[in-house]
């Protein structure tokens, strides 16, 4: 038995020109199509032909999804780069605004 498993993706209904992003249960991120079966994309978020709301959604889903498994480790040098960066922020800073003075 070998049962393909759906998993979400970009998919193409007939019912509509846009493309859609689609969860695993055939729900589409912006709720405007319902049980679809179709094939699905990964990638190409930045089509032009995808739907607006279902980008949007897509984008802020994987924005609040932090990869855990790399978290911890990496938070100590995370922090490490995000002090130096704010260093180099408050130099430019300093080198724009000193001209005002
Ligand atoms: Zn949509």
């Known amino acids: 038995m070998s049962e393909q498993k759906i998993e979400e993706g970009w998919g193409a209904p007939a019912c509509s020109r846009k493309w859609h992003y689609f969860r695993a249960d055939g729900m ?30 897509l984008a802020s889903l994987r924005a609040s999804a932090p990869l855990r498994e790399t978290r911890g480790k990496e938070d100590v040098h995370r922090r490490d780069m995000e002090a130096t960066e704010k260093k180099d922020h408050a130099k430019a800073q300093r080198r724009e605004g000193g001209t005002a003075a």
């Open 28 to 57: 589409s991120l912006c709720r405007k199509i319902g049980f679809y079966m179709g094939p699905r994309e990964q990638g190409k978020d930045d089509h032009p032909d995808n739907c607006a709301a279902c980008k949007k959604i």
